[in-house]
């Protein structure tokens, strides 16, 4: 039994690692594609064809494609990811603090939506087709179906403008204090709970009303237990695999957000440096940065891939 | 409207509501303009003509001018184009090439279904807007590469979804009995399997429709879709998001022109005839 859990398990992580490769071989042939050779383009003015030949030779430019792929790819495995072309700085310097203040917001905004994510939607599940149920539909779809860079403004223009209760764009390096530090993370993390709740509210409302039409729950309600017993006794144990899946997987529609969101708030995240990155050219930021994100990705997948195995024993065998 | 919405459910033999018929409206409105668009605009669209720049929507200026003093209705009108225009073709390609790949692998099977089904599902792991962001930084952005990158983005969903439906048609008994007669892989595609999975494909395209909307605005708010001095809608509000600390209308309607559509069309979509939307007939 914990035998075929732990196969499987270690399925999942062979896709994954494997998804990585694949990945990673398409973001390297992606920059391959790049017209014009990177050493002309890097020394500007001075590309004398000495030079050129210099420093393509430094760069290990004269290698194949696919030595340099292979010798990139050992570097990242050991956490090694080589040089900015624009500043000549180790990436993993960049990086680092970058990092950190993206995992800050992407975790605040964790522990603010799934909460009420949660709640909402076993709610709106609850009292399916009333009122409070359409209008939380309602707004989910709508926020499902508007890009993430509006929710962003009319939050601004509801927090900023209106009520003056925050500065609309925040343009902070350093957090002073904690009144500071909360001013800052206030707009980014409204708006992502925003984008991120509305799928999970949706998930997780499917995942219970979907548990409430089994036959189980038919016989609770034909036994004469109450609405609310029904949904807390017998259909929420039911969904809990599905809505850890939803939540896992909403948390994976971050990625998306956050990179909008820490462009257009100017928050400085890892995202915001790939941005910016892709401004000035600078490719092995941007392969590192990439690669960063669908790691980040490929794991929150997999964790709702064996959620819902270890929820569902059907999925078991 | 009533009358309206009873005789076309009458002579379709489809029952349709009001709300699906309403959305269908917005979204025909906005064809209509991408077409349109030049003729209608009322000031030149890459003019400056107001001396104010963030003017407030007046009787010259119906949605206020932009960050340069240019007419803001005149450039949504354009802007419908490039939004309706590429994401349109995006779609049609990635649903042409998914669903005809998926068909043909429901019926072939076999070797080519696995390698195909698994390569895809790999790229499917690809988040869409980091895929956009490695392929514009590397290749530049312009309007046939953004096609291209948005249809190879969404063909792997589409691939999907119709090679689940036509694998379940491809069990049934008609499907059989074609096989028995001895028709061959293109007339079962193309008489047995499309008629029969062709509502949920159409559904699916919508579907696909508005989540490239989504991403190609996404990308030119973050200055790596469409260039100036051409603007899409998500252009326009990256043009203008400047102006949003004062609300000035150049960074709020073009963001009402995105919204209009992608909810017109999931909505259209939930409102549709049973009859076509659902999977099983």
Redesign the interface.
Known sequence: MNNIIFKLIAQRLGVMIISLVIVSFAVFAATQLLPGDVAEILLGQAATPEAVAALREAMGLNQSALVRYFQWLAGLAQGDFGLSYVTNEPIVDLIAGRLQNTLRLAGITALFSVPLALSLGILAALYQDTRFDRIVSGITVTVISVPEFMVATIAVLIFAVHLKWLPALSYANEITSLGHMLKIFAMPVITLTFVISAQMIRMSRAAVIETLNTPYCEMALLKGASRIRTVMVHALPNALGPIANAVALSVSYLLGGVIIVETIFNYPGIAKLMVDAVATRDLPLIQSCVMIFCFGYLILIMLADIISILANPRLRT | MTGLTTTIARKSGYHINLMGLCSAAVILFWAIIALIAPMITPYPVGEIVDWDYFGPSSSAFWLGSDYLGRDVFSRILMGARFTVGISLVAVTLACFIGVTLGMIAAVIGGVFDQVLSRFLD??N???????G???????GSSIPVLILTLTAIYAPGSYRFARALAVNINTMDFVTVARARGEGAIYLIWEEILPNILGPVLADFGLRF?FIV?LL??LS????GVLPPNADW?AL?KEN?SG????APA??YP?IA??SL??S??MMI?NLPKKIRDREN
Not at chain 2, 133 to 139: I, P
């Open positions: 790999a790229f792991s690809i988040p869409s807007k980091l895929f962001l490695v392929v514009v930084a590397a290749v508005v989504l605005s996404g708010f973050l200055g790596l998500g509000v998001i949003l600390p004062f609300a960074v709020i963001s995105i919204a992608t909810i069309v999931n939930d």
